[in-house]
């Protein structure tokens, strides 16, 4: 698991310093509270207290989680790559916490469930999931050309 | 931009040994294409010419890129970086070449028009781009409780 930033971030500091983070992934329903997270810096305010939600504290890493969303993973600190403007940060995952509803019924992640959603910054914008195009390594069977 | 792969992968070399590499993004109607190609191995398949696609020339770095998709970042390898069973490579990005048609009114790449699509690996599936969920940076004002 990797995360890139600025060494001005406050995240820069927490990582660098507790060798260690968690990374919360939000649903569509949470997209208010995940671009809020993003607007302020934890410098200046609570962003707990702020938004009303609750930390969930890991046992393995220093470093709190989101309870609300509904996937948590949390990662020791491997490596501190610079790269330019942002440090990259690569982390070993120690555990993965889900909700049983984002599962489905093999008890694996289930992305329809989870409905996470992305940022594109052409045009700063988030974008949620789409529609299932298909099974991997299956849908190019017939693309080679027959001699 | 960064690309993580195993040792045994063709491309593993081909971007070790040339110190550079292009990214390809295909759309939506190229995905039976795209699943070819993690389907077999540069190593005993040429796969442009079993699956008729043309390979365009960098002239930035010593690899091709796939022609018939709207949208090509060309890279110099900056860091060969050793994590578990994957490498990382992070290349700088020379240039980035985008068909017309993929572009907004501004000019800037527009995801709607690029219809990317990503892999599931939970349930080995690939989903495309869902709905506009709104602007970032934006949608998360009313978060903060007010005092």
């Known amino acids: 698991m990797a995360v890139a930033l600025r060494k001005a971030t406050y995240t820069y500091g927490n990582i660098a310093g507790q060798g260690g983070f968690t990374i919360s992934i939000p649903s569509e329903r949470h997209i208010h509270y995940a671009d809020y ?49 942002h440090t990259q940060f690569i982390g070993e995952i120690l555990d993965i916490k889900a909700e049983a509803e984002v599962l489905d019924e093999k008890g694996r992640l289930d992305i329809e469930k989870v409905q996470p959603f992305f940022f594109a910054p052409e045009a700063n914008t988030d974008y949620g999931v789409g529609k299932l195009m298909g099974e991997a390594f299956s849908i190019g069977r017939d693309v080679p050309k027959k001699p």
Chains 1, 2 share one sequence.
Do not use: H
């Not at 309870?67 to 491997?78: A, D, T």
């Open 37 to 85: 997270f993003g607007m302020v810096s934890g410098k200046n305010t609570d962003k707990f207290a702020a938004s009303g939600l609750t930390p969930g504290r890991s046992t393995l890493v220093n470093a709190p989680y989101i309870e609300k969303f509904p996937f948590v993973l949390e990662c020791k600190l491997l490596q501190k790559i610079e790269i330019g403007l």
